[in-house]
C-alpha cells in the first residue's frame, strides 16, 4: 500500500518525486496548488512511508496508473527528475489517464548520452541536499523536508542503475506537456528538453533541479494556468 496525502479540492493533480526523495518534498508545491486542483501526493514503492522493495520504472508507472485509477481515471501529472521518467513512462502506456503533464528536467538517459549507473560512492542526506539545492540549504529545509531525504538514500544507488530508464524514449502525446527547466541549472537539461516531441517548455528563474523545495511559488505559477482548467 503506497502512502498518499491529499489537499484542495478540484480536479486531481498527482505529485510523483523523483530518486532520494518522498512526498514530504512536496508540501510546499502541494500548499501553492491547493486553491485550484486536489491534489495528491505519495511516496513511490520502497521510499519513504510507503513498504516494499523499490521498484523498476515500468512498476512505478504502473503504480500511477493505478493511483489515477482510484481517483477516477484521469488526472493532471506534475513530476520532477526520475519522477518525470516514470510520469512520461505512464502517460506513453496510457494516454487517457493523463489530463496534462509538467516534467522538471525529467532524468532520461537515452537523450542525455549516457547509460544509467550506480555511483562509486553514497553521500550523506545533507550532503545530497546541499549538492542539489546549495550550500547551507540543510538548515533552510523543514524537519520533514530533511527526513526525506534521510530515509531515501539508501535506495538511490539502485535508482541510478536501473537500466530500464535507459530504455523510456519520449514518444508525441496527445495531452499538454509542459517542460520546465531550472534557470541556474546545466544546460543539457533546456537539450533535454528540445528533443521531447510536443513539449512546451518554460524556464524558472533562478530555481534548480528541486524547484518545489526553492522556489514553490514560481514553478506553481508555471503548473496551474497549463494544467487547468481543462483544456
Wanted: aromatic residues 6%.
Amino acid at each position: 500500500m503506497l502512502h498518499r496525502e491529499e489537499t484542495g479540492s478540484g480536479e486531481p493533480l498527482v505529485l510523483v518525486h523523483g530518486a532520494w526523495a518522498d512526498g514530504r518534498h512536496w508540501t510546499r508545491l502541494a500548499r501553492e496548488l491547493a486553491d485550484g486542483f486536489r491534489v495528491v501526493s505519495y511516496d513511490r514503492r520502497g521510499h519513504g512511508r510507503s513498504g516494499g522493495a523499490h521498484g523498476t520504472i515500468g512498476d512505478d508507472a504502473q503504480d500511477l496508473l493505478e493511483l489515477i485509477a482510484d481517483l477516477g481515471g484521469r488526472a493532471h501529472v506534475v513530476a520532477g527528475s526520475l519522477g518525470g521518467t516514470i510520469a512520461l513512462s505512464a502517460a506513453t502506456k496510457e494516454p487517457a489517464a493523463v489530463t496534462s503533464l509538467a516534467v522538471h528536467e525529467p532524468a532520461l538517459p537515452a537523450l542525455m548520452g549516457g547509460a544509467p549507473q550506480a555511483p562509486e560512492r553514497i553521500p550523506s542526506a545533507k550532503e545530497f541536499a546541499e549538492d542539489s539545492l546549495g550550500e547551507g540549504a540543510w538548515e533552510r529545509l523543514t524537519e520533514e523536508e530533511r527526513k526525506g531525504f534521510e530515509d531515501n538514500g539508501d535506495v538511490w544507488a539502485a535508482e541510478l542503475a536501473d537500466a530500464t530508464a535507459g530504455a523510456v524514449r519520449p514518444e508525441p502525446l496527445p495531452m499538454p506537456l509542459l517542460v520546465t527547466i531550472g534557470g541556474v541549472s546545466p544546460p543539457f537539461w533546456r537539450k533535454v528538453a528540445e528533443q521531447i516531441p510536443g513539449a512546451t517548455i518554460e524556464e524558472i528563474p533562478g530555481a534548480g533541479h528541486l524547484p518545489h523545495l526553492t522556489h514553490a511559488r514560481e514553478y506553481a505559477a508555471a503548473i496551474a494556468p497549463f494544467a487547468g482548467p481543462t483544456r
